[in-house]
């Protein structure tokens, strides 16, 4: 491929599966030596790895997913980037990986996406997903933090489609992580482990699970792979408080502080799966939805505990959608970004 080729004009940006598509190039960059050597851009190709590379044994492998975004005035913008990058370094250094420099992190990606800029479509229900990744590469059998690895990021269409209102059931057998574990990092062993009983849940005929804390089960911790909020009463916004069995998202946050200018009151706290199903079975408003950077919200519709099936308010006037187009509506530069979040990139 040259400077100029892309393989863009035959992408149908109207009907594709996500994530099995990238854009045409991508970035590397190698840690040896105990550094990080300069990035490169690079036509996507498949990568060579040893048999004895790291990440194929001992799970060193971090990742992030953040989303750019053509706005109104036709600026890209990649949303809330300076976060994801910091987040990106907590887990890295929990899993005993090099942190990134901002540098290569915020540079190179905003370089990427300029020469990919024609990947970034302007449509209300498209985006361009990123996903940055860091794998072990030294080449050792042995048990032991890797000395060398590889940066990588890739791009890859995504398109906003209707979510269907969500059956979760509150997963009683297995846990997703433990306090002292690792679940607030973004590594891929996390999800490996979450396979299995998401497999199971939807052979039950659920589509999403909400996980408990692995000491009582008794707390709510997420959904899924999403953070998992309430609002009761159409008032008050409850979320688990953060720990380090809770992945800290960024969506979340984004949303917690936007509920807080919209006049609602935010509870980050311990939240018991008993509360919530008494509050539904006392015939309190109670509205439920993840909240994750792919999807922004995701309404759940019941919630499945100990075999007993109960209903969450879901009519058009719930304050989650409210919330969810507040979030749209600054990511697009139509509300102002108080809070810094939108980088902009002319391209
Ligand atoms: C990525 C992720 C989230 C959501 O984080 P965002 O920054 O909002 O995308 C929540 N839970 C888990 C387990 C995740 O991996």
Known sequence: MNETETRKPDFDFEN??????????MLLAAYQKGEWTEYRIAPVQSISLSPLAMCFHYGQTVFEGLKAFRMTDGKINIFRMESHW????????????????????????LELLKMESDWVIDDPDYSLYIRPFV?????????????????????????????????????TDYIRSARGGAGAAKNGGNYGASLLPQINAKKEGFDQIIWLDAKEKKYIEESGTMNILFILNGN??????LSDSILDGITRDSLLKLASEE???VEERQVAIEEIVER???????E???????????????????????????EPDAGMYRLKNKLSAVRKGMNPDTYGWNQLLDA
């Open 135 to 171: 794998i072990a590469t030294e080449n050792k059998l042995g048990v032991d933090a890797s000395q060398e690895y590889l940066f990588m990021v890739v791009l890859s269409p995504m398109r906003a489609y209707y979510n269907k209102p969500l059956k979760v059931k509150v997963e």
């Open 236 to 241: 008050t916004l409850v979320t688990p408080a």
């Open 16 to 25: 594709f599966t996500f994530g099995v598509q990238s854009t045409d190039r």
């Open 263 to 265: 006049g609602f009151t």
């Open 280 to 286: 539904i079975e006392n015939g309190e408003r109670v």
């Open 86 to 109: 910091k987040r990106m370094n907590r887990s890295l250094e929990r899993m005993a990986m090099p942190p990134l420099p901002r540098t290569l992190f915020m540079d190179g990606i």
């Open 288 to 314: 439920a939805f993840g909240a994750g950077t792919a999807a922004v919200i995701s309404p759940i519709e019941t919630i499945s505990y100990k075999g007993k099936s109960h209903a969450t308010y879901l």
